[in-house]
């Protein structure tokens, strides 16, 4: 069996804790689209808009820890519904 080495993923974020949308969707593992999705129906983290969308880490964090662990996916359609 073959180990593959891969390259850390860098999340750059500014000095205060802003992060555009590409580094927010690395930080949490979502593609772009489904934070713009996410955004648009009210279930994302907060962000602000400054001609940009921006997030920052700390709200990228409340939110993550926030949405609740589950332990099957009958669960988290049950969260949904």
């Given amino acids: 069996m073959a180990l593959s080495v ?5 999340v750059v974020t500014y000095p205060d804790g802003r992060m555009d ?3 927010a ?6 593609s772009e689209k489904t934070l ?3 955004r648009c129906n009210g279930k994302g983290p ?5 001609g940009r969308i921006f997030y920052f880490l700390t709200d990228m964090d409340d939110w993550m820890n926030a949405s609740g662990r589950l332990t099957s996916t ?3 359609k ?3 519904a």
Avoid: D, V
């Avoid at 891969?6 to 860098?10: F, G, L, Q, V």
């Avoid at 907060?46 to 400054?50: A, C, D, N």
């Fill in 6 to 10: 891969t390259k850390p993923i860098e």
């Fill in 36 to 38: 713009a999705m996410l």
């Fill in 25 to 30: 969707s690395l930080y949490a593992g979502l």
């Fill in 21 to 23: 949308t590409r580094n």
């Fill in 46 to 50: 907060k962000f602000i808009k400054r």
């Fill in 74 to 76: 009958a669960q988290a």
């Fill in 78 to 80: 049950q969260a949904s």
